[in-house]
Every structure is written in structure tokens, then in C-alpha cells.
T-cell receptor, first 117, second 109 residues
Framework: SAVISQKPSRDICQRGTSLTIQCQVDSQVTMMFWYRQQPGQSLTLIATANQGSEATYESGFVIDKFPISRPNLTFSTLTVSNMSPEDSSIYLC??????????????FGPGTRLTVL | EDQVTQSPEALRLQEGESSSLNCSYTVSGLRGLFWYRQDPGKGPEFLFTLYSAGEEKEKERLKATLTKKESFLHITAPKPEDSATYLCAVQGYGNKLVFGAGTILRVKS
């Protein structure tokens, strides 16, 4: 597995502002992911962030709203831009660890709980 | 499109009362089915990966099984500390996980 930390663990922000969430992993990983979990709902993939390439965004998520950086193999950031109350969610980063069978297992960070007023 | 349906939405058990959670899925080319446990306010905790029909994995009071259409998470003699939301996810071609809505489990002493 991998040990994943996120900063901040929670924040309360005003609408129209931006927040950058940091994700740090204790080992080098190729594949990192950012998810959103809205209140009472399951996880939705925002984007895949691989080092050395542009992030790949899922349908309904755009780079202008959720810019992502991946400067090295242990770190990534997700920015939530021009926030509105609808952005209030838990944001989670995860990493994929490759197994000998050729499959990947994903492990998650503790999450960042964002409240937008 | 890959889809995951979990049932029941919520389950209340008495301590020691065994039961099962269901995860039905449709996926083009199953590369893995994953079970996670999520406690309130925390990130999902990895439990199991199942790769092929007929596979079974166990961890303490939990046992996960897989068929070509569904997976079961069996909980034997649960304790209050097993209370959590249990999430099922599938991975098809590519690395994307598709999650079900989860089953909220409450175990009362």
C-alpha cells in the first residue's frame, strides 16, 4: 500500500475564491487520481494526473475549474477555482499501485472537507 | 458504460448477526473488483481486490466473493466497530474506478 497525506484536512471558504489542495505520497507512483465525494454520495473521478503529462479530466470537469499540477512522482495539487456552494464536498486523492498480475489497486488519502459559504 | 449497484442501501444488524452485502456490476472487461470501507469524515480504506469469478478473500470477519455478475461481502458475527459505509468499485479497461453508492452498515451491541 501507500501512505497518503492531504492538506488542508478541512477548510471553509467564501464563494468566488480558490483553494489549492495538496497530496503527498510516501513513495514514487506513476498514477494519481483526484475524486470528489458530495455529501451523502459516492466517489466521482475528477481527473487522472500522471507525471510528465497533462491531467486527463472526466466528463463534467474542466481544467479551468479544477487545474491540477503533478510536478513529481510523489506530489500533486488540485485547485478548486471560483468556488460556489455547490463545490462543497470532500476531495480525495488516490494512487494506483501496480501488482504482479498486471492490475492496479488504488489507495486513498484522508480527504479534504471543503465548505463554501 | 460501466455500472455498479450496491444493495441494500442501509443495513442494521445486532452484534453477532451475520449478513451479506451485494454488489452487482456491468463492465466491459473486468480488470478488478474492489471493496473499501469508509468511516465518516475519512477516506476509503482498501479491503479486497478480486480479479476473477470464483475468487474469494478473507480478512478477519469479512469475506468477499466474486461471480461474473456480482460480488458479495459476507460479514460473520459483526461487532459494533464494523459499522461503516462499504463501497464496491470496478475497474474495466484503463485505470478508472467506477464506484457504487455504498451500503451503510450499523451494528448495535
Amino acid at each position: 500500500s501507500a501512505v497518503i497525506s492531504q492538506k488542508p484536512s478541512r477548510d471553509i471558504c467564501q464563494r468566488g475564491t480558490s483553494l489549492t489542495i495538496q497530496c503527498q505520497v510516501d513513495s514514487q507512483v506513476t498514477m494519481m487520481f483526484w475524486y470528489r465525494q458530495q455529501p451523502g454520495q459516492s466517489l466521482t473521478l475528477i481527473a487522472t494526473a500522471n507525471q510528465g503529462s497533462e491531467a486527463t479530466y472526466e466528463s463534467g470537469f474542466v481544467i479551468d475549474k479544477f487545474p491540477i499540477s503533478r510536478p513529481n512522482l510523489t506530489f500533486s495539487t488540485l485547485t478548486v477555482s471560483n468556488m460556489s456552494p455547490e463545490d462543497s464536498s470532500i476531495y480525495l486523492c488516490s494512487v494506483a499501485i501496480s501488482r504482479l498480475a498486471g492490475y492496479n489497486e488504488q489507495f486513498f488519502g484522508p480527504g479534504t472537507r471543503l465548505t463554501v459559504l | 458504460e460501466d455500472q455498479v449497484t450496491q444493495s441494500p442501501e442501509a443495513l442494521r444488524l445486532q452484534e453477532g448477526e451475520s449478513s451479506s452485502l451485494n454488489c452487482s456490476y456491468t463492465v466491459s472487461g473486468l480488470r478488478g473488483l474492489f471493496w473499501y470501507r469508509q468511516d465518516p469524515g475519512k477516506g476509503p480504506e482498501f479491503l479486497f481486490t478480486l480479479y476473477s469469478a470464483g475468487e474469494e478473500k478473507e480478512k478477519e470477519r469479512l469475506k468477499a466473493t466474486l461471480t461474473k455478475k456480482e460480488s458479495f461481502l459476507h460479514i460473520t458475527a459483526p461487532k459494533p466497530e464494523d459499522s461503516a459505509t462499504y463501497l464496491c468499485a470496478v475497474q474495466g479497461y484503463g485505470n478508472k474506478l467506477v464506484f457504487g453508492a455504498g451500503t451503510i452498515l450499523r451494528v448495535k451491541s
